[in-house]
Structure formats: structure tokens, C-alpha cells
């Protein structure tokens, strides 16, 4: 009797151990630190998501080429910038490119989004783009003389320098000698500042020329 | 024994983290105030030659004088969503054309100028993102000269751009440099007066003809002995162009006193904002050595000062007290009066009256860009 108490014991004592280990994990694996830093590696949440396993509460990349019109979705933040490091801004961020997305799916025009970091480190400007959820395309390093910053900022389409900023471009491309062209780019919206941001969505997120009918304030 | 050693790994990684944060926020090592009270107290006492005028806010505001801040707009201009010319990126400035019963609205989010007239319709536009000729980097003030038909429009990238509008529409016709980045711009008898400060002039305004051809510079600034400071507070202030009277005001911002010059530069007034009490600007040096200034936050109680205009020989001044309810507080003068007058409160930022026609005209921002037409001949 004494032996196959002791025996009982210890498979007693293993089976708490494994309980104890299994919760530890499911606390981990279940913990937001584990699933934001799935989000920021591209490929294995993006694959569960177009799996239909999880209903898509990020914006994923399509990872094909732009038809003629598409409506390109520019952040402007920097691992630096305490405002850029509002820890609302993330989800504010998410939210903009899902309804951003919806409305050129309604107008039938492509979108993408591109990632900018105004700092002089590379891997501090991709850490900080890594809290804002999936780009197509990430510019870092160089802080204000960033491409972004010159695309956006400075030359192509001029405004304010500050971040955060989000600015929506409308591009148009067409074919041409040396492969597609944008031969049109035009400023749609640009909001600077988490608050011009969070309005801006608060009010339904218009864009002049596109009427979406989603605003949820009456003028 | 385990897990000693993981609290041990935990505690640093935490302790780093602290560390880290703590690197990144500007620690003041020694500390004076901005504006400096032996500053305004110099500049108060030292009016021999120059009147001063003192405005305050009365003890008790009566019903009347409360009155604007509870009025609604007639007319407001600027929707959520619609026709994209009602639909504004942020208003930064607003200029009037009261001859013409017209309201020119500067978007620095879309860098355009766009003409309405009282009642809300869109007349035209002019400007756009760009660095072409007429276009806008980054536009912060605008003025209109209705006796010249003239519209200026002031962008930080050092440009003044000069706009001629006719009934219908609005032409760019020239821009120039100017030799300090500009904070504010009026323009009045075929001159730009620019708001700014540089160590070449040390003067708060440069005075330039339409051609670009700078002719003049004064203005007192905000005279620190520390070079950082006095180029960082001095050249952050408005000027506000009569053309009725040809004189200006000129203010420093978050300091009480403001200055009326004529178009000469010579100071014909000041003026004294006894009840306003500014926000805490606090002078350092960070560890490495580099001076640092720190706007701190506005408390409960301190004053900002919003925008100031004119009409007919009258200037308004306007500030807000931070978390107080009762809105913004309005005063009138005439430089060559002896007194002003407290016009009471108002529940958004005016940017110009026509006390003729009986309009006020105010913008706000949030949640979305509107400009609101009140009533105020009642």
C-alpha cells in the first residue's frame, strides 16, 4: 500500500506540474505582449487570417500589384516622438486603414499602405512601425530627410512636419515605356496629431470626393 | 532556486526599461521663468514717452456681457462630408473682405485659400500643395487689404505670396523672400509687415514693399540675455494691420503686453493685459550642457492669448483661461483713446469682426473644420 502511494504521489505531483506549466503557457500564448509581437512578424497571423480562422480585425496586405487608381495610406510616426508613441494611436491607426480600405473597396479602387519612420535608426523606426499593425512597404532611417518625408512632407505633396500623420494620396497609374507610371498623385486627407487623427475618425473618417455615408455625426 | 534568478532577469530588464524612458524627457538641471516679470514690470514702467493702457476683465460680467458666448451662428460654413469645398483639412486663418461681404479661409491641411461669401457660398479658391508659383508648403496666415484688393498669404518656408482679387475670381501675381521664418503677416498701404524675430535686425517686424524690397524693421522683442531664449520666445507673436488708423499691433506670445505702432515703427501705445497671468515657460540646461525651454503644461486658471483684428480705428484682443468655464474674454480699444472696453466672452476663437454690417466671425476645429457666422448687431 505504502509503495502505491508513493506511486500516486509522484504521478500526482508530475500531473500538477504539467497543470501548472499548461496554464503558464495558455496565459503567454493568450497574452497581448505574444499576439502583438505575432502581428509584427508578416506570415503567420496574416496566413490564420486569410485562412478564415480569426475574423480579420487587422489590415493585411494583398501583396499584388495596383490596377490604375489606388488610394495609398501614408503614417508618418517616429520612435522618438512621444505623441507617436500614444498608446491609443495604434488602434486609432488600425481603425483608419480598415475604413480607409473599405471605402476604395466601395469606389472598386485598390489601396495600400506604407509605413514611414522619422528617426535615425533603422531598427528603432521599424520597431516603432511594428506597433502599427501590417504595411506594404516601410521607409526608416534618415529622420527628416526620410523619402517619405520628402514624398510628403516636403516636396511632392507639402505639409506640415510633425508626427504622427496619416495622409491618404489618390494615385494614378498608367502604363508606360519603363513599366507603370503614376502619372496622377493628389492629397485627399492629411491629420496631424493624434486628436486631429481620432476627430477625423470620430466623425466617420470622410474624404472629399469619395462620400461614404458613414458619418456618425450630423453636420 | 528557479525562480531567483527569473525575478533577478525580470527586476533588470524593468530597471533598464525605466532607465530608457526616463533618458528620452528633457530634465531641466536650473530653472528660471518666461516671461520674466523684471521684463514686464520694465516694459510697464519705462512709458515715459509711450501711454499705457491697462485692460482687465471686470469683477462681475453682466448678463449682457455674457450674452456672445450663448449666441448661435446664422451661418456656418464647412460640412463633414459633402461637396469637397465645404470640406476643410484645418482652418488656420480667416481674412475678411467687409466691402465685399466676402470671407477668405486659409486650409493648411489642403494649402488652399478658399472664398465665400457671408452667407456660406463658395465663390473660389486659390493655392494648392506645391512649391510652383501660387502654391503653398506651408501656409500660416493670411490678410486681405480691401482698399488695394490686395490678399497675402504668409507660408513658413520664408514666403510672403501676394494674391490680386477681382469680383469674380483670385489671381496669384508675386511672391518674395523674407528674411526670418515668419510667424505672422498683415499687409496695409502697399507693405507687408512680418512678424518674426532674427539676431541681424532684432526686431519683432520687417517691414517689406509688394516687390519683396525690405524697407524698415522695429518692433520690441523679447530681450533675454540668453541667446536661446531671446531667438526661440521673440519670434513667436501676431501683428495685426489697421488700415483705417495705418497702425499695428504686435504682441510676444504668452506675455501681457502688446505694442501699437504706427507704419513707421514708431510706438504710439502700450497696452497691458492686467488680468491675464501666462503660462509657465521654464528655462534649463539638459545634462549634456544643451539649453533647453520648457513649455509646461497650462494650469488651471493661466491665460492663452487667441486671436487679435480690427475694425475701423478699433483693435480686439481676445485670451482664453485654461479649464474655466465662460469662453474667451474679448476687449476693444482705440489706440488713441484713453481706455478700452470689455466686450465679455465668447464660446469660439473670433478671427474678425464687421461690427458694420453687425457679423463676428469665429472657427473651430474640432471635431471637424467649420467657420461660424454670429450675429452680433442685436
Not at chain 2, 519705462?46 to 501711454?51: C, F, I, L, S
Not at chain 2, 479658391?125 to 508648403?137: D, F, M, T
Not at chain 2, 509646461?296 to 480686439?316: C, I, Y
Request: proline content about 5%; some cysteine; hydrophobic content about 40%.
Amino acid at each position: 500500500m505504502t509503495e502505491k502511494y508513493r506511486i500516486y504521489n509522484i504521478l500526482f505531483s508530475i500531473f500538477s506540474v504539467l497543470v501548472l506549466l499548461l496554464s503558464f503557457a495558455v496565459g503567454f500564448f493568450a497574452s497581448p505582449f505574444f499576439l502583438d509581437a505575432l502581428t509584427s512578424r508578416i506570415g503567420l497571423l496574416p496566413n490564420m487570417l486569410h485562412s478564415g480562422a480569426i475574423n480579420p480585425a487587422y489590415y493585411i496586405p494583398e501583396y499584388k500589384a495596383k490596377r490604375d487608381v489606388e488610394i495609398l495610406f501614408v503614417y508618418i510616426g517616429s520612435h522618438s516622438c512621444k505623441f507617436s508613441n500614444d498608446e491609443d494611436l495604434p488602434n486609432l491607426i488600425e481603425q483608419a486603414k480598415l475604413i480607409t480600405q473599405d471605402l476604395a473597396r466601395e469606389h472598386e479602387y485598390e489601396m495600400s499602405t506604407l509605413g514611414a519612420a522619422i528617426d535615425w535608426s533603422v531598427e528603432d523606426g521599424l520597431r516603432h512601425l511594428g506597433k502599427f499593425g501590417l504595411f506594404d512597404e516601410v521607409i526608416s532611417g534618415r529622420k527628416w530627410q526620410n523619402t517619405s518625408a520628402r514624398l510628403f512632407i516636403y516636396e511632392n505633396i507639402p505639409g506640415a512636419a510633425a508626427t504622427p500623420q496619416l495622409v491618404l494620396v489618390k494615385r494614378r497609374f498608367a502604363p508606360s515605356s519603363f513599366g507603370r507610371q503614376i502619372v496622377e498623385e493628389k492629397l485627399l486627407v492629411r491629420k496631424v496629431g493624434k486628436d486631429e487623427i481620432a476627430d477625423w475618425l470620430f466623425i466617420g473618417a470622410p474624404i472629399p470626393g469619395f462620400p461614404s455615408g458613414m458619418s456618425s455625426v450630423k453636420n | 532556486m528557479f525562480m531567483e534568478p527569473y525575478f533577478a532577469r525580470v527586476l533588470l530588464v524593468y530597471m533598464i526599461a525605466i532607465a530608457g524612458c526616463n533618458s528620452n524627457h528633457p530634465e531641466i538641471v536650473t530653472g528660471r521663468i518666461h516671461p520674466a516679470q523684471e521684463w514686464i514690470s520694465n516694459l510697464i514702467e519705462a512709458n515715459e514717452r509711450t501711454p499705457l493702457m491697462r485692460l482687465a476683465v471686470p469683477d462681475t460680467i453682466s448678463k449682457e456681457k455674457a450674452r456672445l458666448h450663448d449666441i448661435d451662428p446664422i451661418v456656418q460654413i464647412g460640412k463633414i462630408e459633402e461637396d469637397s469645398k465645404l470640406m476643410f483639412g484645418y482652418i488656420e486663418d480667416l481674412a475678411v473682405d467687409k466691402k465685399n461681404k466676402r470671407i477668405f479661409i486659409l486650409d493648411a491641411r489642403y494649402n488652399e485659400i478658399r472664398a465665400f461669401d457671408y452667407n456660406g457660398a463658395f465663390l473660389f479658391a486659390v493655392g494648392g500643395p506645391g512649391v510652383a508659383p501660387g502654391e503653398l508648403q506651408y501656409p500660416q496666415a493670411i490678410d486681405f487689404d480691401d482698399k488695394k484688393n490686395t490678399l497675402i498669404t504668409l507660408d513658413r518656408n520664408r514666403t510672403v505670396l501676394i494674391y490680386s482679387v477681382s469680383d469674380t475670381s483670385i489671381a496669384y501675381s508675386f511672391s518674395f523672400k523674407v528674411d526670418f521664418p515668419p510667424w505672422d503677416a498683415c499687409v496695409m498701404n502697399d507693405h507687408v509687415f512680418a512678424r518674426g524675430y532674427s539676431e541681424e535686425v532684432k526686431s519683432a517686424v520687417l517691414k517689406y514693399r509688394l516687390d519683396g524690397a525690405r524697407v524698415d524693421s522695429f518692433g520690441i522683442y523679447y530681450d533675454s540675455e540668453n541667446p536661446f531664449v531671446r531667438q526661440t520666445l521673440s519670434p513667436r507673436g501676431q501683428v495685426v494691420c489697421n488700415r483705417e488708423s495705418n497702425t499695428l499691433l504686435v504682441s510676444i506670445d504668452h506675455t501681457p503686453i502688446f505694442f501699437v505702432y504706427d507704419e513707421e515703427g514708431t510706438e504710439l501705445r502700450r497696452i497691458y493685459l492686467d488680468t491675464f497671468d501666462p503660462i509657465d515657460i521654464i528655462e534649463g540646461v539638459l545634462p549634456d550642457g544643451r539649453p533647453t525651454l520648457e513649455y509646461t503644461a497650462p494650469q488651471k486658471g493661466e491665460n492663452v492669448l487667441s486671436r487679435f483684428f480690427t475694425h475701423e480705428n478699433d483693435f480686439f484682443v481676445q485670451y482664453f483661461t485654461v479649464e474655466q468655464k465662460g469662453g474667451r474674454h474679448l476687449f476693444k480699444f482705440d489706440p488713441n483713446a484713453e481706455t478700452g472696453e470689455y466686450m465679455g466672452t465668447l464660446g469660439e476663437v473670433a478671427f474678425d469682426i464687421d461690427l458694420a454690417q453687425g457679423y463676428l466671425f469665429a472657427a473651430s476645429n474640432r471635431p471637424y473644420p467649420r467657420v461660424f457666422v454670429f450675429d452680433v448687431s442685436i
